[in-house]
Nanobody
Framework: QVQLVESGGGSVQAGGSLRLSCTTY????????MGWFRQTPGKEREGVAS?????????YYAASVTGRFTISRDNAKHAVYLQLNSLKPEDTAMYYC??????????????????????WGQGTQVTVSS
């Protein structure tokens, strides 16, 4: 079982930045593909960004965040990060860290699909005011 714990959410004005962190508490990230999703009430979960363990740490981003958000990972610290820059009010959501231990060639078929990830954190709230 992979336990994921997010932190770093908060309230910020439009144009501001936040850095979200996700730790796995000693669970080795070896072989684990990671990602971030977000959800607002009444809407489906949206894949925001993901990063492969293999494949040269290949990354994927939703079109709505490309150029503003950056995902990264530190396997030695059992952590994955999401840097959120140039935030907009429409970025307001609960952000979830996710993990998947499938091989790269299976994972890459749906790196931003919720069904790809069996492990989810509890979420951290990001609120952006105009």
């Amino acid at each position: 079982q992979v336990q994921l714990v997010e932190s770093g959410g908060g309230s910020v004005q439009a144009g501001g930045s936040l850095r979200l962190s996700c730790t796995t508490y000693r669970y080795r990230l070896s072989g684990t593909n990671m990602g971030w999703f977000r959800q607002t009430p009444g809407k489906e979960r949206e894949g925001v960004a993901s990063i492969a363990f293999g494949g040269g740490a290949e990354t994927y981003y939703a079109a709505s965040v490309t150029g503003r958000f950056t995902i990264s990972r530190d396997n030695a610290k059992h952590a994955v990060y999401l840097q959120l820059n140039s935030l907009k009010p429409e970025d307001t959501a609960m952000y979830y860290c996710v993990a998947d231990r499938q091989d790269y060639y299976t994972w890459v078929r749906g790196p931003l699909m919720a069904s790809t990830y069996p492990y989810w954190g509890q979420g951290t709230q990001v609120t952006v005011s105009s």
